[in-house]
């Protein structure tokens, strides 16, 4: 960690992200983005998106965090859903205090993060606070100074509310990577096309990553990961990782309704077993198939993502 002085990377971003959260207000209508700042030291920021709502993008936030968690990371998973805030509402955790008493300035990040018994530590999001685009200047520079302090994290995982709204865009511009959660429903893979266009057309420094949730069958997964990676290739100019694809498992809506992460109630689930796969990727992890049940799913599924 880097020593507080004058002139220390610590102290130069901060300044610099000032100067730019100070700078004159736009004379554009549509309000600037309000950019999260990264700390000085290597924590890993992923933010978690979506084209629509309704597509598991929370819940596979929440146990991506877990297993990260389970291999010995410091993980913060970060409500970023101004709009309708769930993280702790699917963990059965009630919180004191979210993100809107950080915006006012009555607490700061570190003191309303809430250790959870599953290994990981949450904020809690600021349900119907919606523009984060339009805070005031000084809101802007106590929200940028409170990112700051995550910096003891190794991962953070941002949860971001659904669609393509400023909001969403100014907490994934800013991270190391954006995976996108879709569904092989028609209007779920359009809504995806959706945001990876919105997020390519201000940036192209953010890694975009692709899983297919709710999938049948491998070859639908497959099919749906190759349809979004082609057209976002052939239009937008912009490559799409294939991350992976989680099956459809009927012990997913079964630990929702009892607030518990369904890679803790259905450790051996098809939906934990591809979740774990999709952790350890981006982890970087040597994944090994397991000798289990359901004939040779783990060999055929870890086949799809196999290097050339």
């Known amino acids: 960690m880097h020593e507080e002085g004058s002139g220390g990377p610590?102290?130069?971003?901060?300044?610099?992200?000032?100067?730019?959260?100070?700078?004159?207000?736009?004379?554009?209508?549509?309000?600037?983005?309000?950019?999260?700042?990264?700390?000085?030291?290597?924590?890993?920021?992923?933010?978690?998106?979506?084209?629509?709502?309704?597509?598991?993008?929370?819940?596979?936030?929440?146990?991506?965090?877990?297993?990260?968690?389970?291999?010995?990371?410091?993980?913060?998973?970060?409500?970023?859903?101004?709009?309708?805030?769930?993280?702790?509402?699917?963990?059965?955790?009630?919180?004191?205090?979210?993100?809107?008493?950080?915006?006012?300035?009555?607490k700061r990040l570190p003191e309303i993060i809430i250790d959870t018994p599953q290994g990981i530590r949450i904020i809690a999001g600021a349900s119907g606070f919606s523009k984060l685009a339009n805070l005031t200047e000084e809101e802007r520079l106590r929200f940028v100074d409170s990112m700051m302090e995550l910096e003891e994290a190794d991962i953070v995982i941002i949860d971001t509310g659904a669609g393509v709204s400023r909001n969403v865009l100014s907490f994934v511009l800013p991270a190391d990577e954006a995976i996108i959660v879709t569904t092989p429903e028609p209007t779920a893979i359009t809504d995806a096309y959706g945001i990876i266009k919105a997020i390519s057309a201000e940036t192209g420094q953010v890694t975009i990553k692709l899983v297919v949730n709710r999938v049948s069958s491998i070859h639908e997964g497959k099919q749906v990961a190759e349809r979004v990676i082609n057209i976002a290739g052939q239009f937008l100019n912009v490559r799409v990782e294939n991350l992976g694809m989680i099956f459809q498992d009927e012990t997913v809506p079964e630990s929702v309704m009892k607030q518990k992460p369904f890679v803790i109630a259905a450790p051996k689930g098809r939906a934990t077993e591809c979740v774990d796969h999709i952790a350890k990727r981006l982890l970087g992890m040597q994944i090994t198939p397991k000798s289990r049940g359901f004939g040779g799913f783990i060999k055929n599924f870890l086949s799809v993502y196999k290097e050339d």
Not at 22 to 48: D, G, H
Not at 68 to 90: P, Q
């Open 10 to 106: 610590v102290m130069d971003q901060a300044a610099n992200l000032r100067k730019l959260a100070s700078k004159a207000r736009s004379t554009r209508t549509q309000p600037e983005l309000v950019e999260v700042p990264k700390p000085a030291k290597a924590t890993r920021f992923i933010a978690i998106a979506s084209g629509k709502g309704g597509v598991g993008k929370t819940n596979f936030a929440i146990n991506l965090g877990i297993l990260f968690a389970r291999e010995g990371k410091r993980v913060i998973v970060m409500d970023a859903d101004m709009g309708l805030a769930n993280v702790n509402v699917i963990l059965g955790v009630i919180p004191k205090f979210n993100l809107y008493h950080v915006i006012k300035g009555q």
